[in-house]
T-cell receptor, first 116, second 109 residues
Framework: GAVVSQHPSRVICKSGTSVKIECRSL??????MFWYRQFPKKSLMLMAT?????????EQGVEKDKFLINHASLTLSTLTVTSAHPEDSSFYIC????????????FGPGTRLLVL | SQQGEEDPQALSIQEGENATMNCSYK?????LQWYRQNSGRGLVHLIL?????REKHSGRLRVTLDTSKKSSSLLITASRAADTASYFC?????????FGKGTMLLVSP
């Protein structure tokens, strides 16, 4: 099956710093990538959808200046949490799919962010 | 919103028993998917059922879909301790997925 990786798997940072999380599709070209956020024992909430080469589409309530998404190539999307604060601590999961329609999404293993 | 709502929120059973989880949603869908998540880990795709399908099987998994009631169920038969995890349904519109709140399943040896 298709493989999606995330790096790092865990990150601890100080309040006020920025953190970049990478999402890579290893064996297919990901036209569309998604970023989700998950609080402990809660569901996944879609943050944004990114298509290669264009600006990300953010869900309502997600600050685009806070969560910068770049989808510069067909195999890589990055999420940068800028000026992180403790309330940004969460589990961030990306997914990717080869097209823009109804194809199956393939999920990464997630990145645990802890902001002190 | 077409967010799925799982029921029950938590389920505790003994090994060998069957586990049934339900999911309800609000709007029309293209398909409905079930995922599994072990604590603190990523998602594992279990099964997808399309809107024109009523039942689907995969190993010990059985999924039903009732579009008239906007509901789906996931049955895990002959459960094992290794089935302990959170299970989420996700409804698919044209391009995006919307996840339900999940059911935490605990299977005791």
């Amino acid at each position: 099956g298709a493989v999606v990786s995330q790096h790092p798997s865990r990150v601890i940072c100080k309040s006020g710093t920025s953190v970049k999380i990478e999402c890579r599709s290893l064996d297919f070209q990901a036209t569309t990538m998604f970023w989700y956020r998950q609080f402990p024992k809660k569901s996944l909430m879609l943050m944004a959808t990114s298509n290669e080469g264009s600006k990300a589409t953010y869900e309502q309530g997600v600050e685009k200046d806070k969560f910068l998404i770049n989808h510069a190539s067909l195999t890589l999307s990055t999420l940068t949490v800028t000026s992180a604060h403790p309330e940004d601590s969460s589990f961030y999961i990306c997914s990717a799919k080869p097209g823009t329609g109804r194809e199956t999404q393939y999920f990464g293993p997630g990145t645990r962010l802890l902001v002190l | 919103s077409q967010q799925g709502e799982e029921d029950p929120q938590a389920l505790s059973i003994q090994e060998g028993e069957n586990a049934t989880m339900n999911c309800s949603y609000k709007t029309s869908i293209n398909n409905l998917q079930w995922y599994r998540q072990n604590s603190g880990r990523g998602l594992v795709h279990l099964i997808l059922i399309r809107s024109n399908e009523r039942e689907k099987h995969s190993g010990r998994l059985r999924v039903t879909l009732d579009t008239s009631k906007k509901s789906s169920s996931l049955l895990i038969t002959a459960s094992r301790a290794a089935d302990t995890a959170s299970y989420f349904c996700a409804t698919a519109g044209y391009s995006t997925l919307t996840f339900g709140k999940g059911t935490m399943l605990l299977v005791s040896p």
